[in-house]
């Protein structure tokens, strides 16, 4: 098996090839980092969950385990105000469950 040193990905169509070497896609990336930054996103992976309803959010950072991220859904769609936190839920508060 030869591998073509001349292409990183095989079976690039030339405008896809085009599309890779501008600006374009830099572009892209450097709004989107500053649009999560501007949202208090500071690490990857994370999730924010966001309630239409009521505009309530709850912004998970890091891995999040199953029960977490249900628990975060039940916090949001809670209609006790004091239940939901007021941004940020830390994703390692999974209790005992192993990881």
Same mark, same amino acid.
């Given at each position: 098996? *030869? ?7 095989? !079976?690039?169509?030339? %405008?896809? $090839?085009?599309?890779? &070497?501008? $600006?374009? %896609? ?10 999560? *930054?501007?949202?208090?996103?500071? +690490? *990857?992976?994370? /999730?924010?969950?966001?309630?239409? $309803? ?12 199953? !029960?977490?991220? /249900?628990? +975060? ?7 006790? %105000? +004091? &239940? *939901?936190?007021?941004? $940020?839920?830390? +994703? ?8």
């Amino acid at each position: 098996m *030869t591998v073509n040193a001349t292409k990183p990905y095989p !079976d690039l169509t030339p %405008p896809i $090839e085009q599309c890779i &070497a501008s $600006e374009r %896609p830099d572009a892209a990336i450097r709004a989107q980092t500053a649009e999560a *930054t501007n949202s208090g996103v500071t +690490a *990857t992976p994370s /999730l924010r969950l966001h309630d239409r $309803e009521t505009g309530k959010a709850i912004l998970l950072q890091g891995p999040i385990e199953g !029960d977490a991220l /249900l628990s +975060a859904m039940d916090m949001l769609a809670a209609r006790d %105000p +004091a &239940a *939901t936190p007021t941004s $940020e839920m830390p +994703a390692d508060v999974v209790g005992d469950m192993p990881r």
